[in-house]
């Protein structure tokens, strides 16, 4: 997995300043740390947005046609290891914190877009570089999609805009022949929840958190 190391195998360069200072190296060393972790590195499939990760978050994915290069001020600049750190920092959120997809990408890209800039280059050409390539869902070029990709972003990203439309066409009574309209209501505000919520472990916990502290307030007014 050639992914441009900073330090393969020599020893790390002393920094200058305190480790927990912001700094360009040790960036690029959470980077290299980050990139070391990862399983399985796919680039044969063709994936929506550029990457994405497996269900079980082992396989991190990366666009068949997406370059792993781009020149940028006459050097070669290897995109794989920040796209890595992005997937891997949006699904430890989903998965760990039960973060919506909205909010574990918002957190993602910023990291991304931070290790970009340590390695002194520009996001703005990083990210035109990157836009060029990305398929969107529907696309035609999608037709070689790995079986366990980890459907969660998409769903949330888009679904829950065609739900909710399709909710406020129930509303004004329109459904198809046949179908009565409260129960299709129904059956959409349903499905709503499910698409909004994730079945993550730390969805569970912040669940069970919730619902604790529900139960000492309502305790609380009893007494």
């Known amino acids: 997995m050639p992914l441009d190391y900073c330090h393969p195998t020599a020893p790390h360069q002393k920094l200058r300043l305190p480790e927990w200072y912001v700094s360009s190296l ?131 990203e888009h679904d829950d805009d065609l739900l909710r439309r399709m909710l406020n066409s129930a509303h004004a009574g329109k459904a198809p022949k046949g179908i009565h309209v409260h129960d299709l209501a129904e059956a959409i505000r349903e499905l709503r929840q499910r698409v909004r919520w994730h079945d993550t472990p730390g969805a569970h916990r912040a669940a069970a958190i919730k619902a604790k502290t529900v139960t000492k307030k309502t305790a609380k007014k009893k007494k």
């Open 26 to 156: 040790m960036m690029d060393r959470a980077l290299d740390a980050i990139c070391r972790r990862v399983k399985k590195l796919d680039r044969s499939h063709d994936i929506p947005y550029l990457a994405g990760y497996s269900l079980d978050g082992k396989t991190i994915y990366i666009d068949r046609h997406m370059p792993q290069f781009f020149k940028f001020r006459d050097r070669k600049i290897d995109t794989d290891r920040f796209l890595i750190l992005h997937e891997e920092v949006e699904k430890t959120l989903i998965d760990q914190l039960g973060l919506h997809y909205l909010h574990a990408h918002q957190i993602a890209t910023r990291a991304e877009e931070a290790a970009v800039r340590a390695a002194g280059i520009t996001w703005r050409k990083y990210d035109q570089f990157m836009q060029k390539y990305v398929k969107h869902i529907g696309d035609e070029r999608l037709t070689k999609v790995p079986k366990d990709l980890d459907l969660k972003p998409y769903r949330d």
